[in-house]
Nanobody, 115 residues
Framework: VQLQASGGGSVQAGGSLRLSCAAS????????MSWYREAPGKQRELVAG???????NYADSVKGRFTISRDNAFKTVYLQMSSLKPEDTAVYYC??????????WGQGTQVTVSS
């Protein structure tokens, strides 16, 4: 199983980034896919999730600014991030969850937002 996250980088406040997470080794269409982030000195937190049926949920801190989506044909989940703030700075991880199997984590991609 591999979850390959990409798309991180450094941007100024107000900018945008799109993260991608390409999955292999799982039945992607059956998995809930999520993005988490971990800032220095803080616990890892859920940013956004999307069920296999396309239902989405977001942390209050990112509602209206971030959009999660998935492409089952390409086995990829995306996180479009807009109006970025310095407090969004973190390592972002994707996670797959299947009700009848194991959870898997990607390797993380760094997002740095400067003021």
């Amino acid at each position: 199983v591999q979850l390959q996250a990409s798309g991180g980088g450094s941007v100024q406040a107000g900018g945008s980034l799109r993260l991608s997470c390409a999955a292999s080794g799982i039945i992607f269409r059956l998995n809930t896919m999520s993005w988490y982030r971990e800032a220095p000195g803080k616990q890892r937190e859920l940013v956004a999730g999307i069920t296999r049926g396309g239902i989405t949920n977001y942390a209050d801190s990112v509602k209206g600014r971030f959009t999660i989506s998935r492409d089952n044909a390409f086995k990829t989940v995306y996180l479009q991030m807009s109006s970025l703030k310095p407090e969004d700075t973190a390592v972002y991880y994707c996670k797959s969850t299947w009700d009848y199997g194991s959870d898997y984590w990607g390797q993380g991609t760094q997002v740095t937002v400067s003021s």
